[in-house]
């Protein structure tokens, strides 16, 4: 007997799984084995996320409105707004239209989040998962910015340095944190070693926030953590969402493949030395 999938869950996942097809059809000649090219898998990742999150907004409204601050006038529109916005720099990923536009408003769309929402969550209570959120928002900022390229590729690396930096510490004092964003997520019994799992991701994101410092082997670095990333999101937080299809479930699906997508997109930044 398989579990109910919930409208909630079940059209998200469907956008999800169609924008990342459409994002993988679409740069299919740019990718191959050979170093760093394998990285063109960052804007499709990042469109697969953002269109479940975008169809999340429209069928989730009344909750999702919740989270903006109550000093923000109309919050239901705003909230339609975000999810228009996401399924449209989506579709423009998706499909490598207008780009660079797309991942310059991209990018300050999730630094808005960080300055009018998680800023003064974090700084009003200064909790673990408050400034995870918020970097973990801010590495978004930075991967569409490192996308756009020119000088916002400089803000763009930083604030992912920042974040992974962070995650690292957070992944070596609580290892059994599921690996990917060190949320509330503990990595499921069923796993191998699920008390321990943290331990390589933490050493995987330090080595990567410090070649990417010193700018010595960061596309390697970036790429080894890319490729944790996204076998997080394979091997254990899509086999949780297909036990138990909540929205939670979907909600770290798409959250640590947008985390993976935003690495990539690092890695295809960096320099290759």
Known sequence: MFPQITPAVLWPTVA?????????????????FRAGIVAAVGPALVAAALAAFAV??????????LVIPSWMPGRLFCTYFVGIALLAAA???????C?????????????????LIHLRNAV????????????????????????????????????IVAAVLFFAAVYFLHPEIAPGVPLVKLTPAW????????????AALLLAGLAALVN????????????????????????????????????????????????WLLAESSPAN
Do not use: C, K
Not at 16 to 32: E, K, P, Y
Not at 56 to 61: D, G, R
Not at 91 to 97: I, M, P, T, W
Not at 191 to 202: E, Q, R, T
């Open 91 to 97: 579709l423009s990923l998706a499909l490598q239209r």
């Open 124 to 159: 009003s209570r200064p909790e673990q998962l408050l400034w995870v959120v918020l970097l973990r928002d801010l590495a978004f900022s930075g991967g569409a910015w490192a996308l756009a390229g020119g000088r916002l590729a400089i803000f763009g690396r930083w604030w």
């Open 191 to 202: 796993v191998p070693l699920h008390l321990f799992l943290g331990y390589p991701m933490g």
């Open 16 to 32: 999800g799984i169609v924008f990342l097809a459409i994002g993988l059809i679409t740069v299919r000649g740019q990718l191959s």
């Open 56 to 65: 999340e907004h429209f069928v989730l409204a009344r909750g999702i409105m």
């Open 216 to 263: 010595r082997q960061s596309r390697l670095a970036a790429t080894v953590l890319a490729i944790m990333v996204t076998l997080s999101v394979v091997l254990i937080y899509i086999p949780i969402m297909v036990l138990t299809p909540t929205v939670e479930a979907m909600n770290y699906v798409a959250d640590t493949l947008l985390f993976a997508g935003t690495i």
């Open 99 to 115: 780009v660079r536009l797309t991942a310059t408003l991209l990018g300050t769309m999730f630094l808005l989040f960080v300055l």
